[in-house]
């Protein structure tokens, strides 16, 4: 809580902020660049529908799985020191990733990059936690910080479309190179280093945190791709014990990995709860989207990228704009209104039709609109509620949760949408056996196989996926909707940033035996 005004950022701080923007925009581009360069992609290493699924969710599945560990390495060496040791790794995995061969070696290029990323992520946001103590500046840089990495997710396409138009697939991890270079020569000179040396890393909560999200992700994965079956019940219930024992050492831990007695904090819980059931609404409409640009209307990829391009104006506005708005009004309802203004987006999407591009795109504005007021005020609400000590940690869960929330979005409502498709799809009744499962299992399916079916197949399946489409909508909607009700009843309480009362006073650090 900010009972007086803290010093004024001067010009290093913000130098600082422009130096963390940079991995941050890369990391948002790296989880979307490979959207509409799978093609691309798939036709020069010629992975099996098992390979795909891979090179596109290790990223996402390592990132999520070190991000906790990530977060608290960078409090225990140094912040700086792990943002730029991160930053090399990514650079040189990036580089593995763009001449990869073979699936199986951009595979694991891809895990490689995940375990890099979940260095950075946190690291940046702790930094920024660290160099602006104001409150006002602080939720403005991390209102930035949020809008940089949402911005690097929407050009992720319209990169990848326009690199693959002119080089080749791997041209797009090219991109991390020159970015690594400039934070590795930059950050010495503008960030300062921050670190508790008192903390230390307890490699059992590794490796349990590990044994918790790992399985949780990939059962999350693999429904969106297989449905539920008995792997996907195996691995949520071996998270399920890995979440449990988990929990109970870090309840007994003097310095836990997480500190669980953090989520006695309605406003920190309620804050990831809002985060989780945002990002899934976004993660899997943007998922949508850009299936919808491409394979219903036809678009290019780099076509479909651009398209994706001026939603993006609307995160911009909510995460810069969210901040000043928040110094007047209490985060909780700033969050709450934006989220009931994002419903028209969903809206739109769900009367969307198979040639209502500009619908779509407005529809996805909106979204993208939710998302940049939640990421900034989320964020914020989030980190300022952790001791200063333990802020990398605080970082990493709040990223962690997010990355949760994108897959679980693009995992059920892709789900759902892909129900619905195979329900509403019907091939043709003389069609070839083979044929007619391509036709029914996806739309990207179909249009495969267009060729060898009439031409009011494909007309078909363009509208069954378009119905999937608008009811997918309809259950993010809802769920939004829940989110803003969460945010009236369980954030209101909270002042305008920067005046009394403000959040709440930061948690103290877990005391208990150490039984290490």
């Known amino acids: 809580m900010d009972t007086q005004r803290?010093?004024?950022?001067?010009?290093?701080?913000?130098?600082?902020?422009?130096?963390?923007?940079?991995?941050?925009?890369?990391?948002?581009?790296?989880?979307?660049?490979?959207?509409?360069?799978?093609?691309?992609?798939?036709?020069?290493?010629?992975?099996?529908?098992?390979?795909?699924?891979?090179?596109?969710?290790?990223?996402?599945?390592?990132?999520?799985?070190?991000?906790?560990?990530?977060?608290?390495?960078?409090?225990?060496?140094?912040?700086?020191?792990?943002?730029?040791?991160?930053?090399?790794?990514?650079?040189?995995?990036?580089?593995?990733?763009?001449?990869?061969?073979?699936?199986?070696?951009?595979?694991?290029?891809?895990?490689?990059?995940?375990?890099a990323g979940a260095t950075l992520m946190p690291s940046t946001l702790s930094l920024i936690s660290n160099m602006f103590t104001d409150a006002r500046q602080r939720a403005s840089a991390i209102g930035l910080w949020a809008t940089m990495f949402a911005l690097g997710m929407a050009a992720g396409p319209i990169v990848g479309g326009i690199l693959v138009a002119h080089f080749w697939w791997g041209a797009v991890f090219l991109l991390a190179v020159p970015v690594s270079v400039a934070t590795l020569v930059a950050a010495p000179a503008l960030l300062p280093e921050f670190r508790n040396d008192t903390s230390r890393l307890d490699l059992w909560s590794?490796?349990?945190?590990?044994?918790?999200?790992?399985?949780?992700?990939?059962?999350?994965?693999?429904?969106a791709a297989h449905g539920i079956d008995a792997q996907v019940l195996a691995a949520a219930a071996l998270g399920g014990a890995g979440t449990i024992a988990f929990v109970r050492r870090q309840l007994r831990l003097r310095e836990p990995l997480l500190d669980i007695r953090l989520f006695t904090d309605r406003s920190f819980s309620a804050a990831l709860s809002v985060l989780l059931i945002g990002l899934a609404g976004f993660g899997g409409v943007m998922y949508l989207v850009t299936q919808y640009l491409q394979f219903v209307d036809g678009l290019s990829p780099a076509a479909a990228g651009l398209w994706m391009g001026p939603p993006a104006l609307a995160m911009l506005v909510g995460g810069i704009g969210a901040p000043m708005l928040a110094g007047r009004v209490s985060p909780g309802i700033v969050m709450a209104g934006t989220l009931a203004l994002s419903l028209i987006g969903y809206a739109l999407l769900a009367v969307a039709g198979t040639n209502s591009v500009p619908a779509v795109v407005a529809g996805f504005g909106f979204v993208y609109l939710g998302l940049g007021v939640i990421a900034a005020l989320g964020t914020e609400i989030v980190v300022s509620a952790a001791p200063s000590e333990r802020s990398g940690s605080a970082a990493a869960l709040s990223e962690t949760v997010q990355e949760l929330g994108i897959a679980a979005g693009v995992a059920l409502l892709g789900s759902l949408t892909t129900a619905v498709y195979r329900i509403m799809a019907q091939a043709p009744a003389d069609a070839p056996a083979a044929v007619a499962e391509s036709y029914t299992d996806s739309l990207p399916g179909a249009v495969s196989v267009t060729e060898q079916l009439p031409v009011e197949a494909l007309r078909h399946a363009r509208e069954a996926f378009t119905g999937?489409?608008?009811?997918?909508?309809?259950?993010?909607?809802?769920?939004?909707?829940?989110?803003?009700?969460?945010?009236?009843?369980?954030?209101?309480?909270?002042?305008?940033?920067g005046a009394t009362g403000h959040s709440t006073e930061p948690i103290a650090s877990t005391q208990g035996s150490d039984d290490r």
């Open 468 to 497: 999937g489409l608008n009811i997918a909508a309809i259950a993010a909607g809802i769920a939004v909707a829940g989110a803003a009700v969460v945010c009236l009843r369980q954030l209101r309480h909270l002042a305008p940033i």
């Open 6 to 115: 803290a010093p004024a950022p001067g010009w290093r701080q913000w130098a600082g902020l422009a130096v963390l923007m940079l991995p941050t925009a890369l990391l948002g581009l790296d989880v979307t660049a490979l959207y509409l360069v799978v093609p691309s992609l798939a036709a020069d290493l010629q992975p099996t529908a098992t390979e795909t699924l891979w090179i596109m969710d290790a990223y996402g599945f390592l990132i999520a799985g070190f991000l906790i560990t990530m977060g608290t390495l960078g409090d225990r060496i140094g912040r700086r020191r792990l943002l730029m040791i991160g930053m090399a790794a990514f650079g040189a995995a990036s580089v593995l990733a763009a001449f990869a061969t073979s699936a199986p070696w951009l595979i694991a290029a891809r895990a490689l990059l995940g375990v």
């Open 206 to 223: 590794v490796a349990l945190s590990l044994a918790a999200l790992l399985p949780a992700i990939f059962a999350i994965k693999h429904a």
